[in-house]
């Protein structure tokens, strides 16, 4: 790979310092000769072409810039890969449920399952990414009720972007923070409604968009995850209505 762009390189200088060579040969041949117009029309055309060579080669180095960039990230990828490939797979108990999967000096590190155990946890499944004994990345939990949460982890708790299914039907998608829904996120219901807008401390909370089921449409403010002051509706029929709260 290395020897491939290396090549490329040269040939791009090599061929562009020929076409350089060339034309400042007949430049300092002008610059001896310059007598009239035609001389100095010649000269400006030259002058023209190395300008329009130098921009080229410029380009080909952006090039080959890009190339080496995407190779590098290729290879860290690979590396990254093989380091995991390299950790021993163990079991261990970690919070009250087994884990396997692997390690790195007796610490769950990298790519794990774990199994909760006891009363609390009995049957609950975490599929994904571990760091320093901790889930930490992208990861799948099955709770024991039934809801499902698919999406990012950090330091243990559901932190980041991610999809949240419940068990009633409903649907979260969006932003979490320190395992509550924080920031711009739409909620799907079961029965066909849909809230897409901000949260706040795991409730509804800012400026936000609520679709009912039957076609209207609902903009205007949310305060501890209920609806707050005037709220403009936009019917199926696309007549406006101001509902009060």
């Known amino acids: 790979m290395a020897e491939n762009l290396n090549n ?9 310092n020929n076409l350089l060579l060339e034309i400042i040969n007949d430049l300092c041949q002008l ?25 080229q080669n410029n380009k080909n180095l952006e090039i080959i810039k890009k190339e080496i960039s995407v190779k590098f990230e290729q290879i860290e990828k690979k590396f990254n890969e093989l380091k995991l490939n390299t950790m021993n797979n163990q079991e261990k108990i970690i919070d009250d449920g087994k884990y396997v999967g692997q390690t790195l000096n007796g610490i769950a590190e990298g790519k794990g399952i774990w199994i909760g155990l006891n009363n609390n946890f009995k049957s609950e499944k975490y599929e994904g990414y ?11 939990y099955y709770f024991n009720n039934g809801d ?18 419940y068990n009633n039907g409903n649907r979260y998608e969006g932003n979490w923070i320190n395992g509550k829904r924080e920031g711009k996120g739409i909620l799907y219901f079961s029965n066909g409604d849909i809230y897409e807008g901000d949260w706040k401390n795991d409730k509804r909370d800012g400026k936000a968009i609520y679709y009912y089921n039957d076609g209207d449409r609902s903009m205007g403010n949310y305060s501890k995850g209920k609806p707050s002051g005037k709220h403009a509706r936009l019917t199926k029929e696309m007549q406006i209505k101001i509902d009060n709260y």
């Open 8 to 16: 490329m390189n040269n040939q791009i200088f090599a061929n562009t």
């Open 31 to 55: 610059m001896n000769d310059i007598n009239d117009n035609t001389h100095i029309k010649r000269l400006s055309n030259l002058i023209y072409k190395a300008n329009n060579i130098i921009n």
């Open 130 to 140: 571990w760091s320093k004994d901790k889930k930490n990345g992208k990861g799948i």
């Open 148 to 165: 499902i949460y698919n999406g990012d982890w950090k330091e243990g708790k559901i932190d980041g972007n991610g999809i949240y299914y």
